[in-house]
């Protein structure tokens, strides 16, 4: 992940990482001098200038999201640079949720402990493959058996991971609730319509699955509407 600020298409600043304060009338940007990858000395111009501010990763050349900052104050200090003013941010992707979960993504190139993560990061690691890789079409998974392992799923988010886990190689989205979980499913069924053979969905650890989810709409949810697309389900405790 890097962060670049520019101003008329000229990089002043590029970060691995900044920390947003949100305010009733104004936001706050803090960059850790350690964490700037590179500077420009116009940097230091920006004051009540529109910057733009372009959240990049390395290898991903279709996510691109340039957002505007009104500089209001700067204040360049020993181990820190504060920036303050107005971010026009309408997705809210610079929400310090996202950052983070950006930052988990990168540095530990997925390689999570998701079960380590407590619900409002795994909400966000989510949301930030969504933002990433988006409703995607297809699915990467072309084995005859698709394995889904519920195990661990303890909240509906478990569930979404583990199915986005399945089915795709990488930042593998599937909803993070009932209608985003819809929306992937209708997705990928024009695909699935050009298979000469539907995969079988193994569910690992469906003995968890009932236990933690058979009250709940998703439960149900999940056979309905894997079933409706033509998939043959096989329950494994």
Known sequence: MEIKFLLNDNILLSTKYIKVI??????????????????????????????????????????????????????IKTKEIIISGILNDPLGIYNQGYLDNFKLLTDKKERIKWYELNSKQKYYYLRGCALLSGVRENIDNENPIIIIDLSNAKIDLDVYYEIGKAFFKSYGYFGTEFHSFRDCLINIIKFLKKKEKMPLLRIKGFKNFEEYFLDSDLFNDFYEKFTNVGFEIENIK
């Not at 706050?28 to 700037?36: Q, V």
């Open 22 to 75: 949100t305010k009733k009338d104004f936001d706050k940007i803090i960059i850790i001098k350690n964490d700037i990858k590179y500077a420009n000395l116009q940097f230091r111009d920006i004051l009540n200038k529109d910057i733009i501010i372009r959240l990049d990763f390395k290898g991903i050349k279709s996510f691109k999201n340039d957002y505007f900052f009104n500089v209001s104050n700067l204040l």
